[in-house]
Structure formats: structure tokens, C-alpha cells
């Protein structure tokens, strides 16, 4: 996973092809530490045939309660990985967007 920053915001690559449990874990030990350093806002730019199991689902509910409301940004998600964040209600709590640039655009903008 590679990081990036923009302002306040870290731009985490999640090259992964499964988020679940046991990267659930490491993924929420990395956003933990980065909100640590002061980041504001948190966007996980996924690879697009990551899939998502409950407990991953169940890791970016958690994540959004570290980050906070409306901070915690998830991008290139295929249709099934939105779907299931929908149905458990997790999509409730972050933002949903195509690209990573999307959820910086206003920060690059203002740079």
C-alpha cells in the first residue's frame, strides 16, 4: 500500500486484490497512524477487482468512526464492492467516488 499526501488529506493505494479481515487489520492500523500525523481526511483509492468481504466492510465501518464523519473517501470500487457497503449500511458513512482525484479536487484546487 503506498501513500501520498495532499494537504491534509492521505491518498492510501490499496493494490490488494481482497480487503477482510486480516488486511482489514492492517489497513486500520495504517489510517490510525496516519490521522496520528494529522491528517484530516483519509481516501483509499482501491484497485478495481478488489473484492470486499463483510469482515472488510465491517474494517471501513470502523475506519469512518477513526477518520470521522464524512471523511473517510473509498474510490475505484466496482458495483458488487459498492453494493455490499450499501447493503450493510457502510455507505451511509464515507464517500463513494470513481477516482481518487475526486475526493481531492477542492484541496488541489485550492493549492
Known amino acids: ?7 491534509n488529506t492521505i491518498i492510501l493505494s490499496f493494490d490488494g486484490d481482497r480487503l477482510d479481515n486480516a488486511v482489514g487489520s492492517q489497513l486500520l492500523a ?10 484530516t ?13 463483510f469482515a472488510g466492510a465491517r474494517a471501513v465501518a ?8 464524512g471523511r ?9 464492492a459498492r453494493s455490499l457497503l450499501r447493503a450493510v449500511r457502510v455507505a451511509e458513512r464515507v464517500h463513494l467516488v470513481e477516482w481518487w482525484t475526486e475526493a481531492v479536487e477542492d ?4 493549492a
Open 1 to 7: 500500500m503506498r501513500r501520498f499526501v495532499v494537504r
Open 30 to 39: 495504517r489510517i490510525t497512524s496516519r490521522m496520528g500525523e494529522g491528517a
Open 41 to 53: 481526511d483519509v481516501v483509499i483509492d482501491f484497485a478495481f477487482n478488489t473484492s470486499i468481504d
Open 62 to 69: 470502523r475506519a469512518s468512526v477513526i477518520v470521522g464523519p
Open 72 to 80: 473517510l473517501h473509498l474510490a475505484g470500487l466496482d458495483s458488487r
Open 107 to 110: 484541496v488541489a484546487q485550492a
